[in-house]
């Protein structure tokens, strides 16, 4: 099966940066597209931001020029340094890929298991 491991999730006051970390493990032939979402209590999951395997990037406008996402792919690992933070991106933050487990075979997309990031003074 595939794994997806989150890390760098905590606390941080308003203005300030955090890095979350996601890697993929398991048994896995490729990954493509790997990507981050969040939930806010009471709020439907939204997307942050993605990245395919060649460098495309998609955001949401909410954090459009203060997120950066970014992929390793050697270790099929995706990064989303997260700068001048603000109370309203207090949620859990999930790591997401699409993954090929054989050659020649169709992509599945697995979920991590959200890592909580909360921004407050």
């Known amino acids: 099966q595939v794994q997806l491991v989150e890390s760098g999730g905590g606390l941080v006051q308003p203005g300030g940066s955090l890095r979350l970390s996601c890697a993929a493990s398991g048994s896995i032939f490729s990954v493509n597209a790997m990507g981050w979402y969040r939930q806010a209590p009471g709020k439907e999951r939204e997307l942050v931001a993605t990245s395919t395997s060649v460098g495309s990037t998609n955001y949401a406008d909410s954090v459009k020029g203060r997120f950066t996402i970014s992929r390793e792919n050697g270790k099929n690992t995706v990064y989303l340094q997260m700068n001048s933070l603000k109370p309203e991106d207090t949620a859990v933050y999930y790591c997401?890929?699409?993954?090929?487990?054989?050659?020649?075979?169709?992509?599945?997309?697995?979920w991590g298991q959200g890592t909580q990031v909360t921004v407050s003074s």
């Open positions: 997401n890929a699409d993954v090929r487990r054989l050659p020649y075979q169709y992509d599945r997309t697995y």
